[in-house]
C-alpha cells in the first residue's frame, strides 16, 4: 500500500536567489520574494539589457495581458513565484544549459517592485 510522504519540504536554496532553468522559467527563492514584497503581484513586464545583460522585472498587480506583453507570475505555496519566459528568452537570444543562479537586486519603479539581476554574474548558492 501507498504511503503519502508527509515529511519536511526541502528549502533549495537559502537567502536571496533568483534562477533561470534551461525552459526558461525564472524562479524566486522563497526569502527574496518575501523581503522584496512579491506574494501578490499577478503578471510582470520583462526587460533586457543588452550592454550588460542584465534582466529587469517590473512586478503589476493587474491579471497577464498578452497583447500587452506581460508576463503571468505563478505564486507558489512553500517557495518564491515563477516566471514562464521562454518567448522572451528566445527574442533575446537567452540560452541556459542548466539551472543557473543569480544575486538579484530590489529596486523601486514608483511602488512597484522592479528586480534586476546579471546573467553575465551566475552565483554559486
Same mark, same amino acid.
Do not use: W
Given at each position: 500500500?501507498?504511503?503519502?510522504?508527509?515529511?519536511?519540504?526541502? &528549502?533549495?536554496?537559502?537567502?536571496?536567489?533568483?534562477?533561470?532553468?534551461?525552459?526558461?522559467?525564472? +524562479?524566486?527563492?522563497?526569502? #527574496? +520574494? =518575501? =523581503?522584496?514584497?512579491? /506574494?501578490?503581484? /499577478?503578471? @510582470?513586464?520583462?526587460?533586457?539589457?543588452?550592454?550588460?545583460? =542584465?534582466?529587469?522585472? &517590473?512586478?503589476?498587480? @493587474?491579471?497577464?495581458?498578452?497583447?500587452?506583453?506581460?508576463?503571468?507570475?505563478?505564486?507558489?505555496?512553500?517557495?518564491?513565484?515563477?516566471?514562464?519566459?521562454?518567448? #522572451?528568452? &528566445?527574442?533575446?537570444?537567452? &540560452?541556459?544549459?542548466? !539551472?543557473?543562479?543569480? /544575486?538579484?537586486?530590489?529596486? /523601486?519603479?514608483?511602488?512597484?517592485?522592479? !528586480?534586476? #539581476?546579471?546573467?553575465? =554574474?551566475? @552565483?554559486?548558492?
Amino acid at each position: 500500500m501507498f504511503e503519502q510522504y508527509t515529511g519536511p519540504i526541502q &528549502k533549495y536554496s537559502k537567502g536571496s536567489i533568483v534562477s533561470l532553468d534551461t525552459k526558461c522559467a525564472i +524562479a524566486f527563492s522563497g526569502s #527574496f +520574494a =518575501e =523581503e522584496a514584497g512579491l /506574494k501578490n503581484y /499577478k503578471s @510582470c513586464l520583462l526587460y533586457f539589457d543588452k550592454e550588460t545583460g =542584465e534582466v529587469g522585472i &517590473k512586478f503589476l498587480e @493587474c491579471d497577464p495581458e498578452p497583447k500587452n506583453h506581460t508576463f503571468r507570475v505563478r505564486q507558489r505555496k512553500n517557495t518564491g513565484p515563477t516566471i514562464s519566459a521562454a518567448a #522572451f528568452c &528566445k527574442y533575446y537570444g537567452i &540560452k541556459p544549459d542548466k !539551472v543557473t543562479r543569480y /544575486k538579484p537586486r530590489l529596486e /523601486k519603479d514608483g511602488s512597484l517592485p522592479f !528586480v534586476i #539581476f546579471s546573467t553575465r =554574474e551566475p @552565483c554559486d548558492a
